[in-house]
Every structure is written in C-alpha cells, then in structure tokens.
C-alpha cells in the first residue's frame, strides 16, 4: 500500500525532490498559496514537469531516438536500456521494463495533477500567466495519458490529486479514455498561446499541443480528426520544410530551422551536454562511440530507388544488386541517415571486415550491424565528452505525411494529401520526374497500394527518431517484422549472399499490448493483466 500511496498520492509534499530546479523564492514555503508567487514560480513548476517528460539526455531507457532499438529499424546493444529485450520478445510480466515505465508515467501524472489542481492559486494575480503554465501542465498530462493507453490499453484514470478510494478504482477502458481526452485536447489548445515562445520554446503553443494530439489520433485511428489538426497546422503558415534533409539532422540546421514543432532543444533540460554522438557513432581512435543504437539490414532495404520505387520492384538494377550496395540509386536519405561498409567517417574508409579499421564489426563498441546513423552523428564531437544538439520531437513532414495517411486510411485521397507526399519527397531530393505521385504511374494505385507507400514513406523519412515501434504496433505488423533475425551488412561468400547475424527476434500477438508488471499487480488491486500474460 504504501507504493502505491507514493505512486498515485502525488502531494505538495513531492516538490522536496525538486528543490535544485525549482528554487522557490521562499525556501520555507509549506503550500501552494506561498509558492505561487509570481510567473517564475509558475514556470519553473511547467520546466520541472518537461524534465519529466525529457529526463536527461543520458538517460537511454527514454530517449527518443533509442526508441528505434525496439524495432526492426534498429539494434539496442545494451540489454539494461530495456529496448534490446522489447524487440527480441524475451519478455513478460516481470520484465523489469514494464515496471520502469508505468511507474515513471504514474509518477508524472500524480505531479501534474497536484500542480494542475494548484495552478490557480490567486497570488498569480495575472489571469492570463495562470491560464497558459496551466494549460502547458493540462496539455502535459494529456500527452502521459496518450502514452500510457498506447502501451497499455486500459490504465487508471484521474484528472484530480488520487487518494485511496481513487487508486483501489477499477481501470477505466482506453476508448472512454480517448473519448475524453480529444475533446479536452482541443480545449486546451485553445487556451495556448498561438505562437512559438522566444524562449522556453520547448513549452506547448497552440499548434504544437495540436500537432502532438495530431499524432495520437492516427495512432488511435481517428482520421478525420487526425486530418482535421493536420490541415490546421498546414492553413496556419506557421511551419515548413527544412530545405536541406541531411543538415537537418546536424549542426548546420539543427536549431535554425522552421520544420521543427516540438523542440527537445538544450534548454529543456538544464543545458546538459547532448551525448548523440556517443549513442549512435561509431568508436573511432580515442573517440567516445559507443554504438548503442545501430541500424539494421531491414531498414537499409526499406529505402526505395531514387526514383521512389521498391528495390524488388526497379527495373535499373536487381534487388540482389541494390542489397549488396546500399548506395546505388538510391533515395538520397539513405546517405543522410546511415553509414556503413566502404562509405568515409572522418577521412577513413570503413572496413567493418578489417580487425584493424577502429570500425571492425567484432571490436568491443563496434557496430553488431556494420552500420552506424548519420542522424545526430557529427563528426566535430568525435573526441568530445558531448555535444550541443537540439532535436526536433515532432518535425512539420510528420504533419504533411499524417495529413496524406489520414486521408488514405478514409479512403478519401485528395490533391492536399498527394500534394503533402510530393513535398517531402521533393525536399528528400527523389527524381520527381517519377516519383511524382501525381504522375501517370501513380494512376491506377488501389487503397492498399497507397497505404504501402505511405508506410515506407513514413519508414524512411523518420529513420532513427523514434517513431517506427508506435507504426509496427498500430498497423499492427509487428508480429510479422519482429518475427525475423535482427541482421546486418550483406556480402557475398563463396557466390552467395550472407549477412552478418546480430540475434532472433520474436513477437507474439499479445504482445501489442504491454503487461502491467507483477509488482504494480500487487500494490494496485484495481488493475486487470492484459490478456497473454
């Protein structure tokens, strides 16, 4: 009983944790009425419940882009950081993973809701300071509550401090859930400032919040609002394309672009050293890659030909040909997003196959793959202890390439949607010349051959950031890609093609949904397993 007090009685009592971030301006303040003071009171309160989204940059088990080690984009090498034993199925209810991230969802919205129900406390006197850090904290709580019911389907459900009667409640189903939070979402944005903060830009505006609510009502299969939001964020001119794909994803145009829409930028998180290079790059001399995160054989196939076809499916080279070399005719975010045999990293070729190249497959940091992202990997933090990245959480093609999904899925494709395709493709640099999809090949296209090429599409474009574990359990396929060896770099052996092995993967159908862990079991009477486990 007493965890779960500490996990759903979230009490003023819990800003004794935060002393370092909030840094009251009375340090004997004993309630909300004496905390609340002033606007910096308020927005330190909204900063410290970001950090709880973010945690810190070092913290593998939540970053964004270690995401990707779940699925069949990626490897995670390091079974601790709980993405490993997701994607290889070595898992149940007392996967220590489990437990891991319910509780520290639940201990978020016990937070938000302490702060939520305090934030209007009077000596705030401005109304309009007060409605927008507590719109941020609402719109806050609706993002845990979207996360939790994507992983778990029926959870706990309270918009008030719990207190005993509260947490001994049965589950409440996902779709009542859903049902209150969408409306709820779009109320909150509309209490949000319509625009980008000069500073603190990490904190919801309106049309962040409204991307971001975008975003789970695809992956809750509500179209028609998932397009409505998407159209919205398109009328209101307020975002657009980064012109360059891969300095997007590098110093150069990291923090100087207008694509981004939810920021994971320095600020939001103390201006900690970023450790991306660290995480994904490659051990090089004395540099600090550790290859944590690695792509896989899967991912490089999944990139189509510069024309836009599928490499089993282009009459210029034979699928055989396009396996064994990843950089022939190929879509140019290839390139942009990975590295591998043959290609340069800091003046030297790689040689995963020579037991004296830094970059050997069998060296200790060494990539299990034989390939490394390009994403976040800058070569100018190769000898550094870290870097100095802001990412991008939620990026404008993710609302073009929603907005053609949505209306794809409704059967309903429109001039926008193809319209939103050609866009991110164009910027890719594909030859539109063909890959126009509103050409002449593109014609006699059925539903299903558009849900296809929306799915790759998505794939490639947002390769190592994080997405493609929700898209695998959506369209629900992953029990058909997670059902494969996990492998890497292919070659040819004595006339046949091998490729180097990393592990067998293994997804069984209830495995859509996550297991509450025997523990949460134990101090939350309320809690029903999910079938399977």
Not at 30 to 44: C, H, M
Not at 199 to 211: E, G, P, T, V
Not at 215 to 232: D, I, M, P, S, V
Not at 337 to 365: H, K, V
């Amino acid at each position: 009983m007493k965890k779960l007090l500490i996990l759903v009685i979230i009490t003023a009592t819990s800003l004794a944790s935060c002393v370092e971030l909030l840094d009251k301006t009375d340090p004997t303040a004993t309630s909300f009425v004496e905390f609340f003071n002033d606007e910096e009171d308020l927005r330190r309160v909204v900063y410290s419940s970001y950090l709880d989204v973010f945690t810190n940059p070092g913290v593998h088990q939540t970053l964004f882009y270690m995401e990707e080690g779940k699925s069949d984009n990626a490897y995670s090498r390091v079974d601790g950081h709980h993405h490993q034993r997701i994607a290889n199925g070595n898992i149940n209810s007392t996967t220590q993973a489990f437990l891991y991230y319910y509780e520290l969802q639940m201990k978020h919205l016990g937070r938000l809701n302490t702060f939520v129900a305090n934030a209007d406390i009077p000596y705030v006197e401005d109304e309009a300071v007060r409605t927008k850090y507590k719109s941020i904290l609402e719109a806050l709580r609706v993002w845990h509550y979207f996360k939790l019911t994507f992983r778990w389907g029926d959870v706990p459900f309270h918009l008030q401090p719990a207190d005993l009667v509260d947490a001994l409640q049965p589950i409440t189903p996902k779709e009542e859930i859903l049902d209150q939070l969408f409306p709820l979402a779009d109320d909150i944005a509309a209490r949000l400032p319509a625009d980008e903060y000069t500073s603190d830009k990490y904190m919801f505006n309106r049309y962040s919040f409204k991307a971001m609510t975008m975003r789970f009502a695809l992956y809750n299969e509500r179209y028609e609002l998932a397009a409505r939001l998407a159209k919205e964020i398109m009328d209101s001119n307020k975002y657009e394309l980064y012109p360059d794909y891969g300095d997007l994803f590098q110093y150069e145009g990291a923090s100087t672009n207008n694509e981004v829409i939810v920021h994971f930028d320095r600020q939001s998180h103390g201006n900690r050293a970023t450790n991306s290079f660290r995480d994904l790059g490659p051990h090089y001399r004395t540099g600090n890659g550790q290859s944590y995160l690695v792509p896989l054989k899967s991912l490089v196939d999944a990139y189509w030909t510069l024309q836009g076809r599928p490499i089993a499916n282009c009459p210029l080279h034979t699928k055989e040909e396009y396996e064994l070399n990843p950089n022939l005719n190929r879509d140019p975010r290839y390139e942009h997003s990975i590295m591998g045999q043959g290609d340069d990293f800091y003046g030297e070729p790689i040689d995963i196959y020579n037991s004296n190249n830094p970059m050997y497959f069998e060296n200790q940091r060494a990539s299990k793959s034989g390939y490394w992202f390009k994403k976040y990997v800058s070569e100018a933090d190769a000898f550094r202890s870290g870097g100095n990245f802001d990412f991008g959480l939620l990026r404008y093609a993710e609302v073009l390439l929603t907005y053609a999904e949505a209306k794809i899925m409704l059967n309903d494709i429109d001039d926008l949607a193809l319209e939103a395709i050609n866009l991110v493709r164009e910027r890719a640099g594909l030859d539109m010349a063909v890959a126009d999809v509103t050409g002449p090949g593109y014609a006699n296209f059925s539903q299903e051959d558009w849900i296809q090429l929306i799915r790759n599409e998505r794939r490639v474009e947002f390769a190592g950031e994080g997405l493609r574990y929700d898209d695998i359990i959506r369209w629900e396929i992953a029990d058909e890609v997670l059902n494969q060896p996990a492998l890497g770099h292919t070659r040819m052996e004595n006339g046949e093609m091998v490729s180097l092995k990393i592990e067998d993967r293994s997804f069984q159908p209830h495995n859509y949904r996550w297991p509450f862990h025997e523990n949460s079991l134990r101090v939350e009477p309320g809690l029903d397993q999910n079938p399977g486990y």
